[in-house]
């Protein structure tokens, strides 16, 4: 027999797990299965076309992604191993301040500020178009892209 607390834990995760299941390993295991079929037959040929010769875009979008997300570790290692040990070991004055600004990333996802920025500042942002405009360009006076903002 359970007792109260273990029943209390198990009620807990039921829940979580079919919420695991049904949104994230199910439609995982359904676009790895879609991947591998070209016309409801199975083929590899959605890879080939991915990472083929002329889809040199693909590639560059793909080593891209994983550039990006390799910094980003290593950039929150060195920034966030500190922090942690100062945080925890240390008590100042603004300590739950710097704290909350420290999970900031965590509440706002990258993809939301690269948006934000494309939107501001791509080529049909609002601030090369209001230069734009304002000057009467021809043509966007700069607008940002890729890793590198180019």
Do not use: C, H
């Amino acid at each position: 027999m359970l007792n109260a607390e273990r029943r209390r834990t198990l009620y807990l995760l039921i829940p979580v797990l079919i919420i695991l299941l049904g949104y994230v390993l199910y439609p995982t295991f359904e676009t790895f299965l879609e991947s591998i079929r070209k016309n409801g037959v199975f083929s590899l040929q959605n890879y080939q076309d991915f990472f083929g010769a002329k889809s040199a875009a693909n590639f560059e979008a793909l080593w891209n992604s994983v550039y990006i997300s390799l910094l980003s570790v290593l950039f929150s290692a060195l920034i966030g191993i500190p922090l942690a040990f100062i945080f925890t070991r240390y008590n100042f004055p603004g300590r739950q301040f710097f704290s909350n600004i420290a999970i900031m990333p965590i509440v706002l996802p990258s993809l939301v500020g690269v948006m934000a920025f494309m939107f501001l500042y791509g080529e049909a942002g609002l601030v090369p178009n209001a230069i734009k405009d304002l000057f009467n360009l021809s043509k966007v006076p700069f607008s940002i892209g890729g890793v590198s903002g180019y």
